[in-house]
């Protein structure tokens, strides 16, 4: 099924008119959309699994490295400046602090009910959800989730 066909993605280019995602999840989303892909289709393309595609795609990976964004934009057939523009490097160690600070703080209110909170980074509503798991010794426990839809950021 793939045989000859970044042949054949290769011959449409981006049209011109085309406005290009503001985070990096949703542009590789966008792209592999154009290009008509399927998740699967892209990971074998890229030789990454599935499931990285799928974390891409959801913001939980937010940077590539140089050899990484080049295999992506070679099998979406866009430069590698394409994805880099919109990567979000790790964050200084005095804003780690204070995100370490905030990320426990919104932890504690989704554990609390919260649904309806927004995002640090762009204001935008969060999706949250609270998972019930069991820790190594079998105890019950809770984790707080919260992604952004518009932006990067990710409560894991």
Known sequence: MLVGYTEAVKQKPLPPSIQLAPTLARR????????????????????????????????????????????????????????QEVEQRAVKKDDADNLESLMRELEAVILGGARDLACPRCGYTLKCSVQDGYDLEGQPMQLAKAFCTRCPFVLR
């Open 28 to 83: 590789v989303l966008q792209l592999r959309e154009f290009r008509n892909l399927t998740v699967l289709d892209l990971a074998r393309l890229c030789r990454f699994t599935p499931q990285r595609i799928e974390d891409i795609e959801s913001g939980l990976e937010t940077w590539f490295s140089a050899t990484d964004r080049q295999i992506l934009a070679k099998a979406l057939s866009v430069e590698p400046a394409i994805l």
